[in-house]
């Protein structure tokens, strides 16, 4: 099947014009040829209010501006991000999802129906109905392990819940043709709940797109001051160790060592707060800024830095933000555990400590503060190229194209395995 004879529909709770690594995957297939259409919901992260233009009750099919497809069905917005409004907000797009998208796609034909499986892998459901009704191949790529992340989050504590959670998890890997995971570490895992039926095949996010580009002349949107600044950039939510940064922040002496915290989340009034009781003049919570403005911020970043809490599940995922950084070109300073601590070592483009070790982090601000600038220009560098080998959008659209393919020649020919 040549490319462009390949039709994609990429199921995602959430898309443009909100901030998430399936935007680009979406450019990057369509510039490799592939005819790509979405179904996502109403646009309302992170602030859980449905933007400008948007209805939460909308059942509508718009255009991007970049000529494709959206198809959009009514969702529940977060609203403050509470249990129950984030459970509803969950739900919604399953259920308008797998009712009403197939009438808004009635008459169009898909080869293939990609679930980008951020939490929840709920989502996968939607898949599932697409590939009964239009008989195109399913794949999911796998961002978040289930039931791991809910509970090592806090989110669900009891056992039976958690089991319940697990063969939910089952049935809908096994209703898929094709499982991707965004890590190595996750493979066995997602083997482990899925059985032998569907494989599953390594395949990582790609680093943001919008860092290729140079940087735009004039004023950045966010200018940093004199000094050393190691910028943050993305959610500032319960899984980042924000308390691990503060702490860190808090043993520091040197004055001209900075950290700039660059996104939002449900921890950002926290912060803010945080900030103010410990009198933390080295800290600044500088707020969220759309993806085009961060070239000009990570230019301007001494370092970038990557924080996660301790856990067996998050010392297997990478971050979407670590291919970015590594893109970016500038040393990276990560206090995390596993998989993607190696991969930061491994490319030389950094300083990894252990999670939540304080002490660690700040001891590392301050080497890589008191480093020669060009050893410093040295770990960005080889950041940048291990980037360009393994993480660059283009020759990765071009392997998930290749997946696509088989996923579509393993849907042609029956497995003997029941799928339950």
Not at 12 to 36: A, K, M, T, Y
Not at 130 to 138: L, M, S, T, Y
Not at 240 to 260: F, H, K
Not at 271 to 276: R, S, V
């Amino acid at each position: 099947m040549a490319v462009k004879d390949l039709r994609v529909l990429v199921v995602s709770q959430h898309f443009w014009p909100e901030n998430f690594r399936i935007n680009e995957v979406v450019d990057s297939l369509r510039s490799e040829g592939c005819h790509v259409e979405v179904l996502s919901g109403q646009p309302n992260y992170p602030h859980g209010k449905v933007f400008r233009g948007y209805s939460a009750f909308g059942l509508r099919t718009e255009l991007h501006p970049s000529g494709y497809v959206i198809h959009r069905v009514p969702l529940a917005p977060r609203r403050g991000g509470g249990g129950f409004w984030r459970v509803w907000n969950y739900l919604s797009f399953v259920v308008f999802g797998g009712m009403l998208g197939p009438y808004l796609t009635r008459g169009r034909k898909y080869d293939v129906v990609f679930v980008y499986a951020i939490s929840p892998i709920l989502q996968g459901l939607v898949g599932a109905v697409f590939r009964q009704i239009k008989g195109a191949a399913h794949v999911i790529w796998v961002q978040d392990l289930w039931p791991e992340s809910l509970e090592e989050t806090g989110f669900v504590k009891n056992r039976l819940a958690l089991a319940a959670v697990e063969r939910l998890t089952k049935f809908i890997y096994r209703r898929a043709d094709l499982l991707l995971a965004q890590s190595r570490g996750f493979v066995g895992k997602i083997r482990a709940v899925a059985g032998d039926d569907p494989v599953v095949v390594y395949h990582p996010n790609p680093g943001d797109e919008v860092i290729n580009r140079d940087v735009l002349h004039g004023d950045p949107a966010l200018r940093l001051p004199a000094g050393f600044n190691i910028v943050f950039a993305g959610n500032l939510g319960t899984a980042q160790a924000l308390e691990t940064v503060l702490d860190a922040a808090s043993r520091i002496q040197d004055p001209d060592i900075r950290v700039v915290l660059v996104g939002s989340g449900s921890r950002s009034d926290w912060l803010g707060k945080q900030i103010e009781m410990r009198g933390l003049t080295n800290v600044v919570l500088a707020g969220r800024f759309p993806a085009e403005a961060m070239p000009g911020i990570f230019a301007q970043a001494s370092a970038l830095l990557v924080t996660l809490n301790r856990s067996a599940a998050l010392s297997l995922t990478i971050p979407s933000k670590i291919p970015t950084y590594l893109a970016a070109g500038r040393p990276i300073l990560a206090c995390l555990d596993g998989e993607p601590a190696e991969l930061i070592q491994d490319a030389h483009a950094g300083i990894a400590v252990p999670a939540e070790d304080s002490l660690g982090l700040a001891e590392a601000m301050q080497r890589l503060k008191n480093m020669p600038e060009q050893a410093r220009e040295s770990m960005g560098t080889a950041g940048r190229q291990y980037f360009n080998t393994h993480l660059a959008p283009a020759p990765l659209a071009r392997e998930l194209i290749e997946h696509f393919r088989c996923a579509v020649s393993m849907r042609k020919t029956p497995r003997g395995l029941p799928r339950n």
